[in-house]
């Protein structure tokens, strides 16, 4: 017996409340219980959804802590050093970790099991090597620049490097797991076992007699992103090879390097777009001031997390119905997305409205300033969630290389706004120019998928506004 939304409603509403709440329910019991791939992957996005939610709470009441044993001045520099950690990890893959989203799926429809043995294999040890060389590269940087930096991140900017390996195959693996529906696989190490590590790492090292430190922060999360990255290795590896018997490999390393790189540059825009505020920020604010910013914007988490979970659930299901060739579905399939997005964003956004100071509070009295900002910055937000994951839409569909284009347009206008706003208006200038980018990135995202596959993908227009033809 399974479980049915409708019939429970039923059975506990009144009558009249249960009928008009029938057609929602229906939706939500196709989601459950659909053996298709549309069920397939709404399981995929509630369970990304809901693993989310977990990881915003770890990851607030992380920050919290750490904010609170670290003070607001070495909080901001181990901030700044961990985002451009994460960023750069990104980055390494060089388009890898979502180009086998959309490979895996095509080469198990056609039967071509020597391809994706190679790139199953192939993507890993390119992601090491290459993130291995931007480390290098990285670490080479900082000492040449060295008198340009300020004192204070010269340390543990060098220590952040020692992560990236780690970081970029730990995105790898994630992108295998999404490209099998492996909800759970792909983002609990991420998102559930890192934080819990950086944050058990740093409580041992403080009850150990450490100074609470953004130096002794960095070593906690190198220690949690080497033990998290090497359980998913394991882990990952195993389901794979349990569900594919052992045979040649075929590399076809040119053809997944040409549409690896559309994406790497895709996704380059998208993680500079999405974290350019807090770097910005650090470039012309001291430290206590990003990490006012900082921790403003994880309170923001409660929205965005919705954005990404529908994107961890969708993105394979795109690529399986191109594949298919069936537009109609494609179209209908891409539309809901955008109300799976939107709606709970929405939802969400109040929420932090509403409870965004005494959540900020929690960080110390001084991170109450960065309150007001959450008006500007909810407003891009929800804006962006309109949209739905369009980009996953294109990426998947083909259209990688006209989505880097928005996407570079997107940065750009981030970029300059930013270089014009913080030095005369502090964090406001920062919230401002962040929130246009986004509305910018949203309305160019739906110009695009209606123009490039005639689809209105934006929550408020109708079906009918759709290309013919």
Known sequence: MRFSAATTAERLLPERLALRARPLLGVVDSVLSGADGRGE?????????????????IAFVSQVLLAR????????????????????????????????????????????????????????????????VVAAIGAAGIWLFAPAIESYYIIPFYLGIVCLPM?????????????????ISALSPTYLIRPVLILAFMGGSLLAGFQP??????????????????????????????????????????????VSMPIFLVESFFFLLTNADVLMVGRFMPPDQVAVYF??????????????AVKAGVAQRYASITHAGDTQLLSAFARETASWTFWPSLAMAFAVLLLGKPMLSLFGPEFVAGYPLLFVLVGGVVARAAVGPAESLLT???????????????????????FMLIPEFGLWGAAVATAIAMAFEA???????????????????????????
């Not at 520099?77 to 451009?84: E, G, N, P, Q, R």
């Not at 080497?226 to 998913?232: D, V």
């Not at 409660?302 to 990404?308: G, K, R």
Request: proline share 2%.
């Open 41 to 57: 992957a709404g399981r995929m996005s509630l369970i990304a959804f809901f693993i989310r939610i977990v990881n915003a709470v």
């Open 443 to 469: 309305l160019a995202l739906s110009f695009t998928v209606w123009r490039r596959l005639g689809i209105v993908m934006l929550v408020f227009l109708p079906s009918s506004h759709e290309a013919r033809g």
């Open 295 to 308: 921790a403003t914007v994880k309170t923001l988490a409660l929205v965005h997390f919705v954005y990404f």
């Open 213 to 258: 430190c953004a130096v002794t922060a960095i070593i906690a999360a190198i220690m949690a992103t080497y033990t998290t990255t090497i359980i998913q290795l394991v882990s990952v590896t195993g389901r794979v090879d349990r569900r594919m018997e052992p045979g040649p490999r075929k590399y076809l390393l040119r053809e997944w390097i040409l």
């Open 167 to 183: 970081i970029s195959l730990s995105d790898a693996l994630q992108g295998v797991s999404r490209a099998n529906a492996w909800a």
């Open 69 to 132: 044993w670290m003070g607001s001045f070495e909080y901001g520099i181990f901030v700044l050093v961990w985002v451009t950690m994460v960023i750069v990890g990104n980055l390494s893959c060089l388009g890898f970790h979502t180009s086998i989203i959309r490979f895996i799926p095509e080469y198990r429809e056609k039967g071509r099991l020597a391809e994706l043995r190679g790139i199953l294999l192939a993507s890993r040890l390119f992601v090491l090597i290459a993130s291995t």
């Open 396 to 418: 998947m569909t083909g259209n990688q290389n006209v989505c880097a284009l928005v996407y570079a347009l997107a940065l750009s206008l981030n970029i300059a706004l930013n």
